[in-house]
């Protein structure tokens, strides 16, 4: 469907979704219809948009292309109906008024297309006249009356046949008609419960689905994690799943409240004459064989759906939230990715992330060659000028650690800081493609280890090399719509790269085609161009990059840095297109450009309006005078380091009341996991992250964050730590053991590897699993907070 097919109501319909005025949507959505990405829109189209934000823009562009497809499907079946003869006014007008594909599709269902049906085959031998005749007047006597029709010719052998064949339309009819089946799924939905067995003789290999082998919760009131965790039992085959339409009341006897709601539509009630049990008997047929099917398999995709918008929404913050992480910065780097048996390798990495060393240690065991390691990394740090050591999160990550402290205190005079950092993805990024180009010299097992120290460096510049799905921040990842989760992270990666900005002549291809307006092909050229001719020197230059047109030039130029060029505004989020107004700034304030840039009195002396003209309106002018206050600014917080307890190295090192320094791991629907330093991460409960009721746990904590937490419980069989940051009482555990000195921490987050079913969500670390529950006072506090632990 072209877009110029698109009626006026698709637009005010958003604009009323959005709380914008439709102006704002129209224009919006021309732009993206032309061929403008939403980061141009939201950062240089604000008059035009009325400033639409990106978060809005992307609610707008899924909405658009939702109603848009509904639209498609609204002509289709009108077309549909209309061939076959069937098309009135007052169904058309029913299906314009349509508000969703749900209900498109009730009103399409009787003129769908289908096999030959009961209820066909019976028209066809011509028994609707008995149907309509028994359903308008309850007063016949449905034996006499379908005597009339026995024909042995047409299939109706006798007058049991004949009442079968006016019940199988009836049944047809009462669950064909929209209106009546579009209130009962809403009051299924609103009532109704999902109910999870154990299968038979299941129990012990479906342990990990525990929770739910007697279990039963309103459709209402289930959370995203559980509603995955049973469908992937069920998947698994260690659950059956039941859509109960009943409250968790006891059912009285006689008909149920969705019989009596049908029965009411078509006018049928009990009152003791001839067809009335006939009657009360189909809608009874009707609802238990047909609508109720009909409806389970709708609720469940409506299930799925709700879970799956969820899961993607938590997905998607959390990997933001990783992206944006603190870089370090250009610093020279070690990189260490941990080993036992193969060995640690290590890979150093200089200022601008290029390889300038690289070799292989055996401190661990089996080898035991640790003091032969400590000479290595001290010569390969002084060789090089290390400032920091970037050590993987994985397996043998605290005994590497360990010999990276050792190496700080033999060591003083290198200033060294170690810092752990998530090595999730390292393995895929490897075994890529890319890495072969980017690193061809260089073996496999070796480029994790780089990986490793560029992530320290800038999280995002690293983390674009990697599928996002592989970075593994999401719940149940593997259990929802592959497009529906591939679409949203990709947002999320194009927001965050242009939200930083990129510095055109130090990007990687992956980074340069996240910019806007950059595809694969395009991000090639601009690096072979730049390998060929040196570094640019101007925005302007990237015209003389083969294929780079002028579109791709407009939604590109602002994102592109170029540090040190020939004209300053080429640093900073200023478009080329604007440069003229910041001229006449320039001009107005009797300084030369080198002058005004970061004068911060002069530019807030300044009226925004004074220099507004027919293309550039005052938010355009407004976000000018403050990016010349401070060009390029990096919108990433400043890189800070966590401390971990020198003296806290395992689950066995842990005691209730310890109050530790920790980084956020991941956050989902039911709190935060937290990494304290003992290889597996401890779980802060929602109801444990403030004194205040938190509806979502990333009000108050995102991954990346540095927060300090106290030990409520430590479970070492089930290899399980349940955390607090309500803190309140603090000052009575002065005597417990509090961290001091020791391992650094930051930068690029944790690794989360979202595991198998059951009702929480697992965070593998070193090879252990955290899974989301436990038992005594903390899964006490689980239980009373409405999650059901594992």
Known sequence: MTVTATPPSVFLRIAEELSVAERQVRAAVELLDGGSTVPFVARYRKEVTGSLDDAQLRTLDER????????????????????QDK??????AQIMAADSKARLEDIYLPYKPKRRTKA???????????????????????QAAAAVFVDPEKGVADVQAALTGARDILVERFGEDADLIGGLRERMWEKGRL??????????AGAKFADYFDFSEPFTQLPSHRILAMFRGEKEEMLELVLDPHPDEEQPPGPSD????????????????????????????????????????????????????????VFAANLRDLL??????????????????????????DATGKVVATDTIYPHAPAKRWDESLVKLHALAKAHDVDLIAIGNGTASRETDKLAAELLTRAPELKLTKVMVSEAGASVYSASAYASQELPNLDVSLRGAVSIARRLQDPLAELVKIDPKSIGVGQYQHDISETKLSRSLD????DCVNGVGVDLNTASVPLLTRVSGIGSSLAASIVSHRDANGPFRSRTALKSVPKLGPKAFEQCAGFLRIPNGDDPLDSSSVHPEAYPVVRRIVSATGLDLAELIGNTKTLKSLKPAEFVDDTFGLPTVTDILVELDKPGRDPRPAFKTATFNDAVHTLNDLQVGMVLEGVVTNVAAFGAFIDIGVHCDGLAHVSQLSRNFVKDPREVVKSGDIVRAKVLEVDTTRKRISLTLRLEEE???????????????GGGGQRNQRGGGGGGQQQRRGGQRQDAGGGGAMAEALRRAGYKPK
């Open 64 to 83: 658009l292309r939702y109603l848009r497809e509904l639209e498609e499907r609204r002509a289709a079946v009108l077309e549909s109906i209309k061939s």
């Open 87 to 92: 098309l009135t006014d007052e169904l058309a």
């Open 120 to 142: 066909q085959i019976a028209r066809e031998a011509g028994l609707e006249p008995l149907a309509d005749g028994l359903l308008g007047d309850p007063g016949t006597d449905p």
């Open 195 to 204: 109910v999870a067995k154990v299968r038979s003789g299941k129990e012990e």
């Open 258 to 313: 969705y019989e009596v709601r049908i029965a009411a539509k078509f006018g049928i009630d009990d009152r003791g004459r001839p067809a009335d049990k006939f009657l009360t008997d189909t809608v009874r047929w009707a609802w238990r064989t047909r609508i109720l099917v009909h409806l389970g398999v709708d609720l469940r995709s409506r299930l799925r759906q709700a879970a799956e918008d969820e899961a993607v929404r």
């Open 324 to 349: 944006l992480a603190a870089p370090a910065g250009t610093r020279a780097t070690m990189g260490l990715d941990p080993g036992l048996r193969t060995g640690v390798k290590v890979a150093i990495v």
């Open 491 to 494: 947002a999320v990666v194009e």
């Open 731 to 745: 000052t009575r555990d002065r005597g417990q053991q509090q961290p001091r000195g020791g391992q650094q921490r």
